[in-house]
């Protein structure tokens, strides 16, 4: 696939990150048959290090379309921070929005142009204990759908043996393998030109995730759970549970 519309920011982020990625970490890369050559798409990616991102970038580099990744609109006035951001056309998101669909605007509009957009549908790392792909928000899901593009599901999977996620200490060795597998495109056909409800992103979006989970049993060789880790279900029962130790407290001591 020829490289295009990479620019001078984009290589000068891979002259500077690539050796120390090639010296960290062995590579296992699958599927880069699957990322299309031409036209607008959607990357949907598993997230499970502080490193992968810079791996991830790597690998989709090598394919000749680079990623366009969604970050934080506050980054991108940020002085050297910001002028990579803008200079290697990173995605604003602008958080602020009270309109979930326009926070992704420059995305659809990226899409439009022909490029790649990457999205790690879960929104932050994930929280599995076993690092299996949690619950993802709609985001891509309300792009895909809007704009009609290939969804492209990658699962990667090492680059948390290099830093495990929320850890800050690195295991240098030995010497880890980033393995990445990249699909076919994910099948929404049957969700397009309908009503766009919560209850329609949902199932687009467990479809995506199913896709990504899918590839990453591949690269394991092991069954994912069969019930996704949803963070929010945990933060409310965590709360009930707290809610019921706190009236257990307060019955105890009125008993006193």
């Known amino acids: 696939m020829p490289r295009r519309r990479i620019g001078f920011w984009y290589r000068f982020a891979a002259v500077l990150c690539k050796p120390p990625l090639v010296v960290l970490l062995k590579r296992d890369w699958r599927g880069m048959e699957n990322?299309?050559?031409?036209?607008?798409?959607?990357?949907?990616?598993?997230?499970?290090?502080?490193?992968d991102p810079f791996a991830?970038?790597?690998?989709?580099?090598?394919?000749?379309?680079?990623?366009r990744f969604l970050a934080k609109s506050g980054l991108f006035?940020?002085?050297?921070i910001?002028?990579?951001?803008?200079?290697?056309?990173?995605?604003p998101v602008y958080r602020e929005s009270t309109d979930a669909l326009s926070a992704f605007r420059a995305a659809i509009d990226a899409v439009g142009r022909g490029?790649?957009?990457a999205f790690y549908p879960e929104g932050t790392l994930t929280r599995d204990p076993d690092g299996w792909p949690m619950t993802g928000k709609t985001g891509a899901a309300r792009v895909a759908l809007r704009t009609k593009c290939p969804v492209i599901p990658v699962a990667q999977w090492g680059a948390n043996e290099l830093l495990p996620p929320y850890?800050?200490?690195?295991?240098?060795?030995?010497r880890?393998?980033?393995?990445?597998?990249?699909?076919?495109?994910?099948?929404?056909?049957?969700?397009y030109d309908r009503e766009m409800t919560p209850e329609l992103l949902k199932e687009a979006t467990e479809v995506i995730m199913a896709a990504i989970t899918r590839h990453l049993e591949e690269i394991r060789g092991e069954k994912?759970?069969?019930?996704?880790?949803?963070?929010?279900?945990?933060?409310?029962?965590?709360?009930?549970?707290?809610?019921?130790?706190?009236?257990?407290?307060?019955?105890?001591?009125?008993?006193?």
């Open 35 to 51: 990322i299309p050559a031409d036209g607008g798409f959607i990357t949907v990616v598993n997230h499970n290090s502080h490193v």
């Open 56 to 67: 991830y970038a790597h690998y989709q580099y090598n394919t000749g379309r680079v990623p």
């Open 77 to 80: 006035k940020k002085g050297f």
């Open 82 to 91: 910001g002028a990579a951001m803008r200079g290697t056309g990173q995605i």
């Open 115 to 117: 490029e790649c957009v």
């Open 167 to 174: 850890s800050k200490k690195p295991h240098l060795l030995p």
């Open 176 to 191: 880890k393998t980033h393995h990445v597998l990249a699909g076919p495109p994910v099948d929404l056909t049957r969700f």
């Open 224 to 256: 994912a759970p069969e019930k996704r880790y949803d963070p929010r279900a945990v933060r409310i029962e965590q709360r009930r549970r707290s809610a019921e130790l706190d009236k257990a407290r307060q019955k105890e001591e009125q008993g006193q």
